[in-house]
């Protein structure tokens, strides 16, 4: 008998795997005979999960959805993957998705072994997990899922977007400081198009195909940053932080690209900010020195910033 469930098992991590089996290679694989392989398919059958079998030369066994979400076999660097990205994924602007991510990773590490408990812990202990911005919009994990569904799919999508309909289509979801934006082709107007997805609703899948296009410069995420550096005002920002160049790229959720390391606790910000009062913020959060060497609207601003502190320290008016 425990022969038989380690064998299905192992049976079961293949399957899993997004690909078709024949009995033969299952066999192979497993060291028994196809007559074995069929009598364990049916068996996991009787457990529920939903294994499909297809007949012919190019025919044999793969798992598909069913009515009922089976457990899961991961292996050690999979189940290593899932459970740190749980305890990042709380703070994303997805309306439900941190309890739902509290939840799961309860279950994990209820029956995670103590090896892998260990490395969760400690890469949980480097991996900041992201803090919501005040007011930030949520986005529909429904609207979500129906987009990427559709763009997989290569399929159009209607949408309602500021109140009009819409026949676009969607090519990719690019998260932006902590926004999704959708790239998609706007059919109606012959062109492409960036669509923030806490703005749309009501999305649709129409099941008509098109032909695969070329975004503007190879590069979906770096076509929406212009696009969106486009239309709103930016300031080329330059400043020196005292503080780690790690500890900078977590603190500020930058791309690491922006902060180059001058030593072990200094580094150069190089990036661009869309508003002066939230990048101003920024900085004071860090709750280090810093010198900021441009714009000159953002020395400015904290001189500003910091009469206003001084008066109000001192009771002034």
């Known amino acids: 008998m425990a022969e038989t469930s380690s064998r299905l098992l192992r049976l079961l991590s293949h399957l899993q795997t997004p690909r078709r089996w024949s009995a033969t290679e299952l066999a192979e694989r497993l060291a028994v005979t196809p007559r074995t392989i069929r009598r364990d398919v049916e068996r996991l059958r009787d457990l529920g999960y939903p294994v499909e079998t297809t007949m012919g030369p190019t025919g044999g066994y793969r798992l598909v959805a069913g009515t009922a979400m089976p457990p899961l076999l991961l292996d050690d660097e999979e189940a290593v993957a899932v459970a740190v990205s749980l305890r990042t994924v709380g703070g994303q602007p997805v309306e439900g998705i941190g309890p739902a991510a509290v939840r799961a990773l309860a279950k994990l590490e209820q029956v995670l072994p103590s090896r892998l408990r260990h490395r969760v812990s400690a890469l949980g202990d480097v991996v900041e997990a992201p803090v919501p911005e005040p007011d930030e919009p949520n986005v529909d994990p429904g609207v979500l899922a129906v987009i990427a569904a559709a763009a997989s799919a290569g399929e159009r999508l209607r949408l309602l977007f500021r109140d009009e309909r819409r026949v676009v289509e969607p090519h990719r979801l690019v998260p932006v400081r902590r926004r999704w934006y959708?790239?998609?082709?706007?059919?109606?107007?012959?062109?492409?198009?960036?669509?923030?997805?806490?703005?749309?609703?009501?999305?649709?899948?129409?099941?008509?195909?098109?032909?695969?296009?070329?975004?503007?410069?190879?590069?979906?995420?770096?076509?929406?940053?212009?696009?969106?550096?486009?239309?709103?005002?930016?300031?080329?920002?330059?400043?020196?932080?005292?503080?780690?160049?790690?500890?900078?790229?977590?603190?500020?959720?930058?791309?690491?690209?922006?902060?180059?390391?001058?030593?072990?606790?200094?580094?150069?910000?190089?990036?661009?900010?869309?508003?002066?009062?939230?990048?101003?913020?920024?900085?004071?959060?860090?709750?280090?020195?810093?010198?900021?060497?441009?714009?000159?609207?953002?020395?400015?601003?904290?001189?500003?910033?910091?009469?206003?502190?001084?008066?109000?320290?001192?009771?002034?008016?």
């Not at 200094?266 to 900010?273: D, E, K, P, S």
């Not at 508003?275 to 900085?283: K, S």
């Open 182 to 317: 959708l790239l998609a082709f706007d059919v109606a107007r012959d062109d492409w198009r960036v669509f923030r997805v806490d703005r749309v609703s009501e999305p649709s899948r129409t099941g008509q195909r098109y032909p695969a296009r070329d975004v503007p410069g190879g590069d979906a995420a770096a076509y929406v940053l212009d696009r969106l550096y486009s239309v709103v005002p930016t300031f080329e920002v330059d400043a020196t932080l005292h503080l780690p160049a790690a500890d900078a790229v977590r603190a500020l959720r930058t791309a690491p690209g922006e902060i180059e390391p001058i030593d072990a606790g200094t580094c150069r910000l190089r990036g661009r900010a869309d508003t002066l009062p939230w990048l101003a913020n920024r900085l004071l959060m860090l709750g280090c020195p810093f010198e900021v060497h441009g714009p000159p609207e953002l020395a400015s601003h904290l001189r500003d910033l910091a009469a206003r502190a001084a008066a109000a320290a001192t009771g002034g008016g």
